[in-house]
């Protein structure tokens, strides 16, 4: 069994408890594979950014990355808890017009925005445009004459720093496909061309060193780095930001090997650092932004699967079969992302076995667990899936033609449904016939 920091409980029937809820409950009602999120502790992690900026007196906006996981009810929830949100697409945009999210809270990224994206960005007046080109400085001066329009921009830099995380969600060095190179005249360039544009309100930095980050050396360095070319503007252009930036990142845990720091002892660090280079350059202390996205959604989420085949391979290993794999949880696959799970209908027998977790999709990476300890497992048990609310639902495919699963949000010992499962029907109906 392994429960150990993972922000669930056992019931009186030894069955897996979410939000007051019988985990064995909502599988019998909603069908599997299904997301199963606790609102409350989506609240909790809204809170820990949220109050920790509060208590300390500094001036900041907690925008939710919704890439993590984008639905109608997620960000009423995020809203709910005052925070702001990061979108990087139009679809990302049109769900948050769909759940009436303030448009002056909401901020797109993208290393390509398009003009249908920044028009509409534009036309919903929405608070602001990280930029990230030169491609684009020209698309949004451009839009914004033919619209009479002005509009708050950040410019997103590279500050060259490594963060220790797995290389390809490695953002902030120097060699990335995002926003403007600090080291080598780009973002000087770049400033230059907003700094002046009679139609753009050039607010700050932005940047983001990575994902999955567990301690916060990495962003005070950066925080150093973009205050060193602060410093140089300021010098030159008696400029002063409005508005620092410092990204998201900010790690989970998914199996006993990660050990986040909490996430207010992270912000004191950012607070005070910020607070020490605007004191060295005599400047007013900007507004500090943050984006977390799975830190807000990840260990607020688990997947529930219906067991089915087991193979024995004497001497190897035992795999166990589930009816869900890569379609509704890519991160193993593509990261070799590592996590911990139970079974809910078994979760407090002993554990006796070692088993390895395959999905169901037709390839042999389709693996979500390796190594599993578990009670005797059998066709028809329940198995959990611990710290799968970010990057689950959101990367999910139709590989091999399955649906989409159900996602389900539960609080105070109820459950409601918030993106229903898809059918069949569903995953043909933009087929069209050839004959």
């Known amino acids: 069994m392994i429960l150990d920091n993972h922000p669930f409980e056992l019931n009186s029937k030894g069955h897996l408890?979410?939000?007051?809820?019988?985990?064995?409950?909502?599988?019998?009602?909603?069908?599997?594979?299904?997301?199963?999120?606790?609102?409350?502790?989506?609240?909790?992690?809204?809170?820990?950014?949220?109050?920790?900026?509060?208590d300390l007196g500094v001036s900041a906006q907690v925008a939710y990355a919704s890439k993590a996981f984008s639905s109608t009810a997620m960000l009423q929830v995020v809203k709910q808890e005052g925070l702001s949100l990061d979108v990087v697409s139009q679809g990302e945009l049109y769900t948050a017009i769909q759940a009436d999210f303030p448009p002056s809270k909401i901020h797109m990224h993208g290393n390509n925005k398009s003009v249908e994206e920044l028009s509409m960005a534009i036309e919903y007046g929405i608070g602001c445009i990280v930029v990230d080109n030169f491609f684009e400085i020209d698309l949004i001066s451009k839009l914004l004459k033919k619209y009479n329009k002005t509009i708050d921009v950040l410019i997103r830099v590279t500050p060259g720093i490594e963060s220790k995380t797995h290389q390809y969600i490695m953002t902030g060095n120097e060699d990335s496909k995002f926003g403007f190179n600090l080291h080598n005249g780009q973002a000087d360039k770049a400033f230059l061309q907003l700094y002046n544009n009679e139609n753009i309100h050039f607010k700050g930095l932005h940047c983001h060193i990575g994902s999955q980050i567990f301690e916060a050396d990495g962003f005070k360095m950066a925080t150093t780095m973009l205050f060193k070319k602060i410093g140089e503007w300021n010098k030159l252009h008696d400029y002063t930001p409005e508005v620092l930036n410092l990204g998201g990142g900010f790690g989970i845990r998914y199996t006993k090997e990660d050990t986040p720091l909490p996430y207010s002892s992270v912000v004191k660090e950012l607070v005070a650092k910020v607070k020490e280079h605007a004191s060295m350059f005599d400047m007013t202390?900007?507004?500090?932004?943050?984006?977390?996205?799975?830190?807000?959604?990840?260990?607020?989420?688990?997947?529930?699967?219906?067991?089915?085949?087991?193979?024995?391979?004497?001497?190897?290993?035992?795999?166990?079969?589930?009816?869900?794999?890569?379609?509704?949880?890519?991160?193993?696959?593509?990261?070799?992302?590592k996590y911990e799970g139970v079974l809910a209908n078994k979760a407090a027998q002993p554990v006796t076995d070692l088993v390895s977790v395959a999905g169901k999709c037709c390839e042999s990476g389709d693996m979500l667990i390796w190594d599993l300890p578990v009670p005797e497992i059998g066709s028809n048990d329940i198995l959990a899936v611990f710290s799968t609310g970010a990057y689950g639902y959101s990367m999910a495919s139709h590989y091999n033609r399955f649906p989409n699963a159900a996602v389900v949000f539960v609080e105070n010992g109820q459950d409601k449904l918030v993106v229903r499962r898809e059918s069949f029907h569903d995953v043909v109906k933009n087929d069209l016939s050839y004959e």
Do not use: H
């Open 17 to 54: 408890e979410i939000g007051g809820v019988d985990s064995i409950n909502l599988a019998n009602k909603y069908g599997t594979p299904l997301y199963v999120y606790d609102v409350s502790i989506i609240r909790e992690n809204c809170r820990s950014f949220v109050d920790t900026f509060k």
């Open 285 to 337: 202390i900007p507004e500090i932004w943050i984006e977390p996205g799975r830190a807000i959604a990840g260990n607020a989420g688990l997947t529930l699967y219906t067991v089915g085949s087991k193979k024995d391979i004497p001497g190897v290993r035992s795999y166990v079969s589930v009816d869900g794999g890569m379609t509704d949880n890519l991160r193993p696959a593509l990261y070799q992302a």
